[in-house]
């Protein structure tokens, strides 16, 4: 199988570097692994090493506006050019188990045919093993983004919703009907939508059964992780895109409500820095 990696990173050297190492110690005889990787304008010095230490990797430079969907989307058009036959999305913070690519190709392979499903691997915490990531279940009917973490079965495969998009293998087959990551969105929501689009054309989402490596969640509290950030804007902005696309006739209101309400938090966030609050940290 040519297996095209995916990658978006940003000024995580030595992460990315890890992330890297094992993805390629992890590579088998019957998979011939290539990387896209898009480099979204880190000053770190992270394309350099990535350079001297994988030079197989293929590296598009960015210039620090892209952000997670729009550089995965630009990785993916890239990666097309070979017509490989799948793609593995991949988050520069997995630090993958020994066996991760060869559990996925082989469940994806298993199934054949033009109804193969897109696998989704599930990470744990590197500390506690809690599940941090993975496929995404609709808890109840009252806002579509109301979504919750699968956990993954010891030895069942389980159907998803939609997931997240740290480790997520997806066919040839249904790359072409689905496509790739929508570049209208900039850093999140990018993933949401996928599996909202492949659920639409009825291409079922699969959990695989246990984890397929460590990934920590992000550790600050909420607020900082939507407001302390350059993607304040960004956010709000994805959460309008999916909306319009996904959400029914109340969801642009409720996200335009969501929207007013946020940016009142960033507001009072940033006259209590300026008073010098650290409110954040």
């Not at 690519?101 to 599930?122: F, K, N, Q």
């Not at 996928?194 to 550790?219: A, K, M």
């Not at 350059?230 to 969801?251: E, Y």
Request: aromatic share 6%.
């Amino acid at each position: 199988m040519d297996l095209a990696v995916l990658m978006a990173v940003h000024n995580r050297r030595d992460t990315t570097l890890l992330c890297l190492q094992r993805l390629f110690d992890g590579r088998l005889d019957n998979v011939h692994l290539s990387v896209t990787l898009v480099d979204d304008g880190s000053n770190d010095g992270t394309a350099d090493a990535i350079r001297l230490q994988f030079p197989s990797v293929a590296i598009i430079q960015g210039d620090g506006t892209l952000f997670w969907s729009r550089a995965m989307a630009l990785a993916w058009k890239s990666a097309a050019r070979s017509d490989p036959d799948a793609y593995l999305w991949l988050n520069d913070d997995v630090i993958l188990d020994p066996d991760a690519i060869g559990r996925a190709v082989e469940y994806l392979t298993s199934l054949g045919g033009e109804s193969r499903p897109v696998v989704v691997g599930s990470c744990r915490d590197p500390k506690t093993n809690c599940v941090t990531y993975g496929g995404q279940k609709r808890v109840g009917t009252r806002h579509f983004l109301d979504l919750s973490i699968i956990k993954p079965d010891a030895d069942a495969v389980l159907d998803a919703d939609t997931m997240n998009g740290n480790f997520v293998l997806v066919s040839r087959e249904v790359w072409k009907i689905v496509g790739e990551i929508d570049g209208r969105y900039s850093h999140s929501m990018g993933d949401t939508d996928y599996g909202f689009r492949l659920r639409e054309h009825g291409i079922p989402i699969r959990v695989l059964n246990g984890t397929v490596g460590t990934c920590s969640r992000d550790s600050r509290p909420l607020l900082a992780q939507r407001f302390g950030t350059p993607k304040n804007g960004i956010l709000l902005r994805d959460r309008l895109v999916i909306a319009k696309r996904f959400g029914g006739p109340l969801a642009m209101p409720r996200a335009c409500l969501s929207s007013i309400k946020y940016a009142i938090l960033v507001i009072t966030a940033a006259v209590l820095r300026r008073a010098g609050s650290k409110p954040f940290r």
